[in-house]
C-alpha cells in the first residue's frame, strides 16, 4: 500500500473506491490478476486503472454488477457492444468516455495505441473468448 500523498503511475497501481468514500492504492504485481476474484477490498468498490491498448482485445468483457467507465487518454479505439447477438460499434479518440451498460458484452478494436482509463465495479466481472 503507497501513502496517500505520493505520486504514482496509475498504469502499474490502481485504485480502489469503496462506498465509505476511501480510497486506497493496489500494488498491480504478477499474481494481481489471478487473484483479483479474492480481493475483498475490490468486492463492493470500484476500481481505477489506466491500461495500455497495444492490440485488439482477445476476449469479451461483462460485468454483471455494475456500470462501467471508459475514458480514453490517448490514441484511438472501438468499442465493439454485444447487443442481443448484434455488435454495435462506438468510436473513441483521445478525451473521449463511454458508459458500459451493466450486464453487456464489450471488446475494443485498437485503431491507434492507446491509454484507457477504467472505472469498474468489477464484481463478478466474466470473460468469453471471441
Same mark, same amino acid.
Given at each position: ?36 476474484? /479474492?480481493?475483498?477490498? +475490490?468486492?463492493? *468498490?470500484? @476500481?481505477?486503472? &489506466? =491500461? ?6 482477445? #476476449?469479451? %468483457? ?5 456500470? /462501467?467507465?471508459?475514458? +480514453?487518454?490517448? *490514441?484511438? @479505439?472501438?468499442? &465493439? =457492444? ?6 454495435? #460499434?462506438? %468510436? ?17 478494436? &485498437? ?20
Amino acid at each position: 500500500m503507497l501513502a496517500r500523498m505520493t505520486a504514482f503511475d496509475p498504469s502499474t497501481t490502481y485504485v480502489c473506491l469503496s462506498p465509505s468514500g476511501a480510497a486506497s492504492a493496489i500494488e498491480v504485481t504478477p499474481e494481481f490478476w489471478r487473484t483479483i476474484g /479474492e480481493r475483498e477490498e +475490490l468486492h463492493e *468498490g470500484r @476500481l481505477v486503472a &489506466v =491500461f495500455p491498448c497495444k492490440a485488439d482485445w482477445k #476476449h469479451w %468483457e461483462m460485468h454483471p454488477s455494475g456500470e /462501467e467507465v471508459l475514458l +480514453l487518454l490517448s *490514441g484511438k @479505439l472501438t468499442m &465493439v =457492444f454485444d447487443e442481443a447477438g448484434a455488435e454495435r #460499434h462506438v %468510436e473513441l479518440e483521445q478525451g473521449r468516455a463511454c458508459i458500459v451498460p451493466r450486464g453487456v458484452w464489450h471488446r475494443v478494436i &485498437v485503431q491507434e495505441p492507446a491509454k484507457l482509463l477504467g472505472i469498474t465495479y468489477g464484481r463478478g466481472t466474466e470473460h468469453r473468448p471471441r
